[in-house]
């Protein structure tokens, strides 16, 4: 219902938010908050198989990091002559904690941003950078999918069909060959596409069926608002783990802020179910 512009920006924000400062309250509510639009966005089992991989994910980076970052007053014990710090292991934490909650904030970002708003935000600007974003952001998922299909093509004809594991891991890496090759193949067919039909000439036209509306403008504001005490605020709520971990601050005024800033993580979410409300009230009509 947003101007791609509004939801570029929306999501700029989120991003800002979460690299600039690492407030645990504020990784907690990013993180949840991106974990419920998921699961708005996607099916069960979509979110439990992401939350099993990111699980990994998080452990990895939570227990490297105490590993080769030392610093801390409080000594749990010694690994290698190296001193394990409780801070060390917070801010592993903490750390996985960010990666995650960024990783399906892209994820969620990936669902609003299509395309075609890509194209829209940056064509006029700069075609040949808008028309790379755009097929850069959708590599990935186009390997993933011809990973699948290739995958149960191959599963359907018999094909590394056993239950020997390094079979399966060789018929897995020679699939990957195959649907990388293929998604570089038809990320330069479609650039090539693109220029045949006079992407990116100067005198071209643009039409886009996007438009400013009333409830774009008052996000606007709403971002300006918040973006604003954000950065007035932001020795309040930075937060650093080393030497020792910094209180965390429950002010009259922090508290406030935690609460303006849930209420820009949960923004998306709110949308999400009231959309979901009106559709199952307009299903109950028909």
Not at 147 to 158: E, L, M, R, S
């Amino acid at each position: 219902m947003f101007h791609p512009m509004m939801l570029f920006c929306y999501f700029l924000l989120v991003f800002i938010i979460l690299f600039t400062t690492m407030n645990p309250v504020l990784l907690v509510i990013f993180y949840i908050s991106s974990l419920i639009l998921f699961s708005l966005l996607h099916t069960f089992q979509k979110l439990m198989y992401e939350l099993m991989f990111y699980f990994f994910v998080w452990l990895l980076v939570a227990l490297s990091i105490p590993l080769f970052h030392h610093n801390g007053v409080t000594i749990l014990f010694f690994l290698n002559d190296n001193p394990m710090t409780a801070e060390s292991f917070v801010l592993g934490i903490a750390v996985g904690v960010l990666v995650v909650s960024f990783s399906f904030w892209c994820k969620n970002y990936g669902v609003y941003i299509t395309t075609d708003k890509i194209l829209y935000l940056f064509g006029v600007i700069h075609p040949q950078l808008a028309i790379w974003l755009a097929l850069l952001l959708r590599f990935i998922p186009q390997c993933k999918r011809n990973f699948q299909d290739i995958h149960g093509a191959q599963k359907t004809v018999g094909f590394y069909a056993t239950n020997s594991l390094f079979d399966r891991a060789i018929g897995a890496v020679k699939i990957g060959k195959v649907a990388l090759v293929l998604a570089m193949e038809q990320t330069f067919s479609q650039v090539d596409s693109m220029k045949a039909k006079g992407y990116g000439l100067q005198k071209r036209s643009h039409f886009s069926l996007y438009r400013f509306y009333k409830w774009d403008r008052l996000l606007a504001i709403w971002l300006i608002v918040v973006i604003s005490l954000f950065i007035m605020s932001f020795y309040e709520l930075n937060y650093y783990y080393e030497p020792t971990l910094k209180a965390i601050s429950f002010t009259y005024k922090t508290s406030l802020l935690y609460g303006v800033l849930l209420s820009i993580a949960l923004l998306p979410v709110v949308i999400e179910i009231k959309e979901l409300v009106v559709w199952k009230y307009l299903k109950s009509k028909m």
